[in-house]
């Protein structure tokens, strides 16, 4: 499992005062996160508070490195050839499980368009 952490500065406008509609609104998507059940998609298995530094929420751990980093290992092969070569079933697999991933939230009644996609 991995935890992951989020400071109430984060959710707020200082250390002293947090905005109460981005607080309910990371709690909305928790609670949303914790619904949700697609093998391409990373469980989020709970959550907790602590009233004053902030969320930790445990989630599956995802080991195998990034997208960012494997697409940054492609760009370091010099030759378009062998970048296909080495890496054309990799990605199709990669692009195929982020399609499915995001058919299914889209799927969702009511649809879950994800904000924060990136490599």
Known sequence: ?????IKWSAVGVGR????RSQ???LHRELKTLMVLDNPFIIRVREWFEDRRSGIYFVMELCEGGSLQGLLDGICEVASREERISQFQERL???????????AYLHGMEPP????????
């Not at 199709?92 to 995001?102: K, M, T």
């Not at 879950?112 to 490599?119: G, M, N, S, T």
Request: aromatic share 12%; glycine share 0%.
């Open 23 to 25: 607080e309910e609104q």
């Open 92 to 102: 199709r697999r990669h692009f195929r499980e982020v399609s499915y991933a995001l």
């Open 1 to 5: 499992v991995a935890v992951k952490f």
């Open 112 to 119: 879950i368009v994800h904000c924060d996609l990136k490599p």
């Open 16 to 19: 002293c005062w947090r905005d």
